[in-house]
């Protein structure tokens, strides 16, 4: 069966500093998606991924889907304390209309001002 | 711009009621998914609905779940005599044809005391 690994488990960081979360899979992605949490709290939408070498990006946070279609990696420049929660990727898996989200654990941030 | 709405937020129930969880998934979407995610844990696949009936099931969706589409617009889980282990957050997703995106809803917290 397909897993997700994110890393790191958890990361902090001084307020201002860049920072990268990897999110690796034992199968080829068709579709990987990043969400932002707060502990307890719902899933807010951050970017897809479909292509291998696409690259999405929304304000300060950067996303890649390797051109093997097997890592994605997500980039925060110049890290705020707005940007501290758990960070989630989700790959799509199954085959024609059969679909369903996979998940990794999560990336807990925090963000020190 | 649409959304999956999901009633209510927070649920509380004592160990052995049935609860209900509402979600109104986008109008022109056709397939529609449960997650549940246990504090602390991974989001889990529980149930993928198309056309009216059970697309997958999870080993989690036994048969003390269920799930309906009443109507044109709700889409509905039911756990049938809760239990402690049940406790967990409910995300109900939907997707149109032809897409991969999965659009989540806000969540339902239910409590098992």
């Known amino acids: 069966s397909q897993e997700l690994e994110q890393s790191p488990q958890s990361l902090i960081v001084q307020e201002g500093k860049n920072l990268t979360i990897n999110c690796t899979s034992s199968?080829?992605?068709?579709?990987l998606y990043w969400y932002k949490q707060k502990y307890g709290e719902g899933l807010i939408f951050l970017m897809m991924?479909?292509?291998g070498g696409e690259e999405k990006s929304h304000e300060k946070i950067t996303a890649k889907l390797d051109e093997k279609k097997q890592q994605s990696s997500l980039h925060i420049t110049a890290s705020q304390p707005s940007h501290a929660g758990i960070y989630l990727c989700g790959a799509d898996i199954g085959a024609g209309n059969n679909r369903k989200l996979i998940w990794g654990l999560g990336t807990s941030l925090a963000v020190n001002p | 711009e649409p959304e999956v709405t999901q009633t209510p937020s927070h649920q509380v129930t004592q160990m052995g009621q049935e609860v209900i969880l509402r979600c109104v998934p986008i109008?022109?979407?056709?397939?529609f998914y449960w997650y549940r995610q246990i504090l602390g844990q991974k989001v889990e696949f529980l149930v993928s609905?198309?056309?009216?009936?059970?697309?997958?099931k999870s080993e989690i969706f036994d048969d003390q779940f269920s799930v309906e589409r009443p109507d044109g617009s709700n889409f509905t889980l039911k756990i049938r005599s809760t239990k402690l282990e049940d406790s967990a957050m409910y995300f109900c997703a939907s997707r149109v044809e032809g897409a991969l995106e999965q659009y989540f809803g806000p969540g339902t917290r239910l409590t098992v005391t």
């Open positions: 199968k080829t992605l068709y579709g």
């Open positions: 109008s022109n979407h056709l397939y």
């Open positions: 991924l479909q292509k």
């Open positions: 609905f198309y056309n009216n009936e059970i697309s997958e």
